[in-house]
C-alpha cells in the first residue's frame, strides 16, 4: 500500500472513531510504529489531525470539511496522476468545467498546451493558474467566498451557468456510491456543483478510490448523470460501476 492511501484511510478511520492508538493503526495496517507516527506527523502538518502520546485525535474541522490548502497536501501523488490522466480527456475547442478542488486543479496544470478552449470555474486557484494562457479563455463563476476553499458559490453562479453551453464538466466530491451518486458535506458548495452537472454534455467525477462507496451531507449527482469516473486505481467493485453504465479509468490500471 502506498503511503499516501494509507494515510487517506487512516483519516477515514479517525473520522469514525476520532481517536487512535499507534499501536491499533499498526496492527490495522500492518506497518511498524515507526512508519505510523511518521503519517501521523505529516497529516498533523497538514492540519488534520493532533497527535497524542501514544496516538491521534481527529482535529474539529477534520471531518469532510477540510480546507484547500489542507486537502492539497493529502494524496498529492495520485491527485497528480489523475489529473493528468482527466486532462487526456480535454480536447481543442472544448468547453469545460474544472469544479473547485486539489483534484481539478491538477488537470488546469495539465491542459495548458490546449488550444481555443473555454474553461468555466469557480475555483480562484484554477483561474489564476490559467490566467497566463493565451489559449484558453476563462469564465469565472461568481457568489458568496467560501473561506478556506478559495471559491465562490451559488447565488448568481446558478444564473451565469443557466446561459452556458458545457461539452464536459469535471467534478471532484467527498464521497461517492452507487447507491447515493457524488456528494459533498456542503450544502451551498452542492447546489453550484449541481448546476454544472445539469448543463453539461459529459460529467466526470475525479477522485482517489477511497472515495468510492462512502456518503456525505449533499448530493449533487445521481449515478445515471455520471458518464466517467477517473480514478488512482480500480476498486475491487470496478464491475458494479461499470453495469452500471459508467466508465472507469485508472491511472494505475488494474486493481491490485
Known amino acids: 500500500m502506498y503511503a499516501e492511501e494509507r494515510q487517506e484511510r487512516l483519516l477515514i478511520i479517525l473520522k469514525e472513531k476520532r481517536k487512535l492508538s499507534v499501536g491499533e493503526m499498526s496492527e490495522h495496517f500492518n506497518v511498524s510504529g515507526a512508519t505510523i507516527r511518521t503519517d501521523l506527523r505529516i497529516l498533523e502538518d497538514a492540519g488534520m489531525l493532533t497527535r497524542t502520546h501514544g496516538g ?21 501523488a495520485a491527485k497528480q496522476q489523475i489529473g493528468q490522466l482527466a486532462a487526456s480527456l480535454v480536447e481543442d475547442g472544448d468547453i469545460i468545467v474544472l469544479d473547485t478542488g486539489t483534484t481539478t486543479l491538477q488537470i488546469a496544470h495539465h491542459i495548458r498546451q490546449r488550444r481555443n478552449i473555454t474553461v468555466i470555474t469557480n475555483d480562484f486557484m484554477i483561474a ?11 469564465v469565472l463563476l461568481g457568489g458568496v467566498v467560501k473561506k478556506g476553499y478559495h471559491c465562490a458559490v451559488a447565488i448568481n453562479g446558478r444564473s451565469l451557468l443557466d446561459t452556458l453551453n458545457i461539452d464536459k464538466a469535471f467534478m471532484g466530491v467527498n464521497a461517492l456510491s452507487l447507491n447515493q451518486g457524488a456528494c459533498v458535506a456542503d450544502i451551498m458548495l452542492a447546489e453550484t456543483k449541481r448546476s454544472m452537472v445539469e448543463h453539461a454534455n459529459q460529467v466526470i467525477v ?51
Open 128 to 138: 489564476k493558474s490559467l490566467e497566463d494562457v493565451e489559449s484558453v479563455q476563462i
Open 56 to 76: 491521534a485525535i481527529l482535529r474539529t474541522r477534520a471531518s469532510f470539511e477540510i480546507s484547500s490548502d489542507q486537502r492539497n497536501e493529502v494524496n498529492l
Open 206 to 256: 475525479v477522485c482517489d478510490h477511497t472515495k468510492l462507496g462512502n456518503t456525505s451531507l449533499a448530493q449533487f449527482a445521481t449515478p445515471a448523470q455520471i458518464d466517467t469516473i477517473v480514478l488512482d486505481r480500480l476498486p475491487e467493485d470496478a464491475a458494479d460501476y461499470q453495469e452500471a453504465g459508467i466508465v472507469l479509468l485508472s491511472a494505475r490500471g488494474q486493481a491490485e
